[in-house]
């Protein structure tokens, strides 16, 4: 027998254990990797646009908030309505409609100078930003084996985190000499991706037969395992976006500089980058409910540990524990919202889904500043026990999952 490559300490040739993990996947999907990170590569905006609307069009902080809520209600109308275009017209049209419409939205908010123009220009850019999500998650599913499933989506996961990382201080340095440029590159990445889409991914919609396949959004919310599995991510999400949110203002509460969130924070993308490549194909073996349900308790452990925390290594240390649990859950949101959605409907599926994220992101800062204005204390308890509660929720559902993805 031929070995190819040096030998690990299992035995399995290198080459071998590169093929694990990206191997047998069809080249359709590479585009979309490809595609995703180099969109991420160039998100350089969303991320700023606090800093943005404060210093550079010197808002107050209370206009600059009504701005940011403006964003969070277009975003709950992108996931369902992107679902529907997913499912009705296509998932490349969507997914390169989306991007090509974000461009154009960027550019727009760039040079927006009132407050009526960044206003319209935010609802717009919250609709379309996140309109590629229904139809990469649909694409995925229509293009990969189920059995290779996690392993997919997990990549995406990790190109996203990846390219997020980057961006962020790519967009820090670049941001000292004028937002402008943040608003040209984050278009034309978005441009990018969807012309990579458009030009080298099948459409893989497959037209619903009248009668028996026929559906809509109301088919979605009858099925009673997909709403609950959509408001058991709400309930995680909703403890998730507490690490961009009120912990920030905790930290700095404890009289911590702004920088040791920041260093804490990088601590997150370091060992997404580092471990969930190689976690993912393990994670795999097992049964998709039991492994989201474990990754909800790590992450809700590591944010209850926030509680008694009060240095910067402290903080990266819980950071630590909660980003290890979002680890375990990297591939497997997509993998259950694939078992559970009938192919005709994958993109409104993935919009519930979607749905939840959007919907966490308005409540989180809701609930979760006035918890702080409690105090720590009970904030970060509150928090671990919701991403327990979500584990539970969880747990309870895997019988019902397991049996949709035996059907």
């Not at 700023?48 to 209600?73: E, N």
Request: charge should be positive.
């Amino acid at each position: 027998m031929i070995k190819v490559g040096p030998m690990t300490s299992t035995g399995i040739t290198t080459a071998g254990f590169i093929r694990s993990r990206v191997g047998g996947l069809p080249r359709p999907f590479w585009v979309l990797f490809g595609g995703t990170l180099v969109n991420r590569l160039g998100t350089m905006v969303e991320p700023f646009i606090g800093i943005y609307l404060t210093q550079a069009r010197g808002m107050p902080v209370t206009a600059a908030g009504l701005v940011m809520t403006v964003f969070g209600l277009g975003s709950l109308f992108s996931q369902p309505l992107a679902g529907w275009l997913t499912d009705r017209v296509g998932r490349r049209a969507t997914l390169s409609g989306g991007m090509v419409a974000t461009a154009v939205t960027m550019l727009a908010l760039g040079y927006a100078t009132n407050l009526a123009g960044i206003c319209a220009a935010m609802f717009v850019l919250g609709v379309v930003i996140d309109a590629y999500r229904p139809a990469s998650q649909a694409l995925v599913a229509d293009l990969v084996r189920p059995e290779d499933r996690p392993r997919a989506y997990g990549l995406l996961f990790w190109a996203i985190n990846l390219g997020y990382s980057v961006s962020m201080v790519a967009g820090g340095w670049l941001a000292r000499s004028g937002f402008t440029l943040l608003f040209w590159i984050d278009a034309f990445t978005c441009l990018v991706f969807g012309l990579l889409v458009w030009r080298a991914v099948p459409e893989t919609r497959r037209a619903a037969r009248e009668g028996k396949e026929a559906g809509g959004f109301r088919d979605v919310l009858r099925d009673r395992v997909m709403v609950a599995y959509a408001l058991t991510c709400l309930m995680f999400y909703v403890v998730y976006a507490q690490s961009y949110t009120t912990l920030p203002l905790a930290m700095t509460a404890q009289g911590l500089p702004t920088s040791s969130y920041g260093m804490a924070m990088a601590v997150n993308g370091l060992l997404i980058v580092l471990i969930q490549p190689f976690s993912t194909v393990w994670l795999a073996r097992f049964e998709p409910s039991r492994v989201l349900a474990t990754g909800y308790a790590i992450a809700g452990v590591g944010f209850m540990l926030t509680a008694v925390m009060s240095t910067t290594a402290g903080h990266a240390t819980a950071v630590a524990v909660w980003t290890l649990g979002e680890i375990v859950t990297a591939g497997i949101h997509g993998t259950i919202v694939a078992a559970l959605a009938p192919a005709h409907l994958r993109g409104r599926y993935s919009g519930l889904y979607g749905l939840s994220w959007s919907a966490a992101g308005l409540l989180a800062p809701l609930i979760g500043t006035r918890l702080l204005a409690v105090g720590p204390e009970v904030l970060w308890p509150v928090m671990g026990g919701l991403a327990l509660l979500a584990a539970a929720a969880q747990l309870s559902l895997t019988r019902a999952i397991r049996a949709r993805q035996a059907a």
